[in-house]
């Protein structure tokens, strides 16, 4: 039996965030959450604010959403508006928000938080680092109260925004840096395991068969994100990043992990943000974060539509 956890969703939403969202709002039995931050990644931390409390109320989930930071720690913004499309959330009309905004900064939430927690949190990161390296940076000793970060980035094989490097690492890998320098627990689930939840057209269409709120949100969402994706990689099948990492939470059984010791590439040449994952232990360090390896595929999708039936007619 799974014990409960305490979260914070450390988002950028983006489809496959808004996926996430859903999956652990399924499963009140295994997963509390504290709250939701937003940051920019997908589409500018505006829009990623406004889209995490678009999906929140629109599945009926009772979560506060805070807005973070609005660009990376030392880079220009990167945003991945080309997959994402203009709200971040194209292809999904939600009604009008009625739950007025949280007006405290995401950051300074965050930290409030784990300060005042009973017990240490699990933050599940699935975008940018940026508000996580910003909170342990102004106060380092939080890192005692987050009982482990597990995180949706890199790669130890090729990159899907530079032939190095994977989006979220790319788009803030000095904020990366930190959090792998942390000390806190770590678990990565980087492109070699996200590229296995491969969403095909077939798989749209049995999640759809659902016929509720939340087979919509899925249908609409993963039509339009699906066909940009395999439009722009030249593939008959998206994979489906941020639910992976969710589902760790969930059926650790799920995902095959191995202890390495993880490092960026923050020089900001050729190799600028790179995970470089020491899967044979050759380079000395320490193991500091368990990678995924391998998904039970079969098992993530029916936990998808597991998810989704939970949220009724």
């Known amino acids: 039996m799974i014990e409960k956890r305490k979260i914070i969703l450390d988002c950028d939403p ?59 720690l030392l880079r220009s913004p990167v945003l991945a508006d080309d997959i994402h499309g203009e709200t971040g959330l194209d292809g999904f009309t939600f009604h009008d928000l009625k739950r007025s905004p949280e007006t405290e900064q995401g950051v300074l939430w965050m930290l409030r938080t784990l300060r005042e927690a009973a017990e240490p949190m699990t933050i599940l990161a699935t975008g940018p680092m940026t508000n996580l390296a910003m909170a342990l940076r102004l106060e380092p000793e939080i890192a005692g109260k987050i009982r482990e970060i597990v995180f949706m980035g890199g790669a130890m094989g090729l990159g899907n925004v530079t032939p190095a490097a994977e989006f979220n690492m790319f788009a803030d890998p000095e904020a990366a840096s930190i959090v792998l320098s942390s000390g806190c627990p770590l678990v990565m689930a980087g492109l070699d395991v996200t590229m296995q939840a491969l969403c095909s057209e077939q798989m749209i269409s049995r999640m759809a068969g659902r016929n509720n709120p939340a087979a919509r949100l899925f249908k609409d969402t993963m039509t339009s994100y699906c066909a940009v994706e395999c439009k722009t990689y030249n593939v008959t099948a998206a994979p489906l990043h941020d639910p992976v990492a969710a589902a760790w939470l969930l059926r650790p059984k799920l995902i095959e992990l191995k202890p390495m010791h993880v490092t960026v590439d923050c020089t900001g040449r050729e190799g600028y943000g790179r995970t470089y994952c020491d899967y044979y232990g050759k380079g000395g360090g320490r193991a500091n974060c368990r990678v995924a390896l391998q998904l039970e595929a079969d098992a993530f999708w029916d936990l998808i539509e597991e998810a989704i039936c939970r949220y009724g007619a």
């Open 14 to 72: 983006g489809h496959d965030d808004a996926i996430a969202i859903m999956l652990l709002g399924a499963f009140p039995e295994k997963v509390q959450f504290a709250g939701i931050t937003t940051v920019a990644g997908n589409q500018t931390v505006d829009k990623t604010f406004f889209n995490a409390r678009r999906v929140t109320e629109y599945l009926g989930l009772d979560i506060p959403v805070y807005r973070g930071c609005e660009g990376p």
